[in-house]
């Protein structure tokens, strides 16, 4: 509790004093005001006070938190959605094309994964028409061996075939001269 204890004065006229008010015509002091007051109303209205200070800023702090996230979220999602699609095109070895989305910056990353895939598939495009196209040339290649091999098998076949009646057709009119001519000597 508090207490307040205060003079009180009369004036010759019986009237009370003013406050603040000093003349010299004070007779005397007629008594003394005594005054109690709890201190119950005031811890009560300090506690209240403290609550209410708590509840906001944890509001507040709630809110805050909130948008921390929220503002967290949306720089860093399109890049880790860009990096786990980078993974997985590392991984299939399918080319994806990534959301042009989020931030600026990721936005250029984003882009520029595009037109490196585009450019990965066009060049991927010409390496397959190459190889097809060097396919194509070697089993035309192979083909024409093959025949050229059939051709000159069947050149030496016949080859030998002319040799073989050539030399038995030379043969035999060989041994005729040659019998002529051993019975001329003996």
């Known amino acids: 509790n508090w207490y307040f204890i205060a003079p009180i004065f009369l004036r010759d006229s019986g009237d009370l004093l003013p406050q603040g008010d000093k003349s010299n015509d004070l007779v005397q002091i007629h008594g003394y005001v005594f005054v109690s007051r709890s201190k ?101 290649r192979t083909r024409d061996l093959v025949n050229a091999r059939d051709t000159a098998l069947e050149a030496s076949r016949y080859k030998s075939e002319i040799l073989a009646n050539t030399t038995h057709e030379l043969r035999t009119p060989l041994q005729s001269i040659i019998g002529y001519t051993d019975v001329m000597l003996e």
């Not at 250029?108 to 598939?121: G, P, R, T, Y």
């Open 40 to 140: 119950e109303t005031l811890h009560n209205i300090q506690f209240s006070t403290f609550i209410n200070n708590i509840a906001i800023a944890l509001v507040i702090a709630i809110i805050l938190v909130v948008f921390v996230n929220l503002a967290i979220s949306y720089l860093t999602e399109p890049l880790i959605n860009l990096a786990e699609l980078m993974h997985k095109t590392e991984r299939t070895g399918v080319h994806n094309v990534a959301k042009i989305e989020g931030p600026t910056e990721t936005i250029m990353i984003a882009e520029a994964f595009n037109k490196l895939m585009d450019s990965i598939d066009e060049k991927d495009t010409k390496l397959r028409s190459q190889n097809e196209l060097l396919e194509s040339r070697v089993e035309q």
